[in-house]
């Protein structure tokens, strides 16, 4: 079992900035990557951003591309998301995703960022 626990989400103002953090715990051996999802109300999950956890190869979605900022700390097993020039556009509920290359795969609960003045 893999447990992710994501934080720093919260309220900020258009053109601010948030950095969210999700930590993995548990099995997590041979784990292919970890990645950010949004979702907004009324709308389906999108990719915001995927690190691979051996090259570190990195793919964002094309609304945040310039914005974001996806990193990992592989010693501490944790990913970030620093986000820059946040717009109302951005709001929604990020989980944080774990997958391996065999298909499992594992959420975070999690963190609602609210862009708006």
């Known amino acids: 079992q893999v447990q992710l626990v994501e934080s720093g989400g919260g309220l900020v103002q258009p053109g601010g900035s948030l950095r969210l953090s999700c930590a993995a715990s548990?099995?997590?051996?041979?784990?292919?990557?970890m990645s950010w999802y949004r979702q907004a109300p009324g709308k389906e999950r999108e990719l915001v951003a995927q690190?691979?956890?051996?090259?570190?190869?990195?793919t964002y979605g094309s609304s945040v591309k310039g914005r974001f900022t996806i990193s990992r700390d592989n010693f501490k097993n944790t990913v970030y998301l620093q986000m820059n020039s946040l717009k109302p556009e951005d709001t929604g509920v990020f989980f944080c995703?774990?997958?391996?290359?065999?298909?499992?795969?594992?959420w975070g609960q999690g963190t609602q960022v609210t862009v708006s003045s």
């Open positions: 995703r774990a997958n391996w290359a065999t298909g499992t795969e594992y």
């Open positions: 548990g099995f997590i051996s041979g784990m292919y990557a």
């Open positions: 690190i691979t956890t051996a090259g570190g190869t990195i």
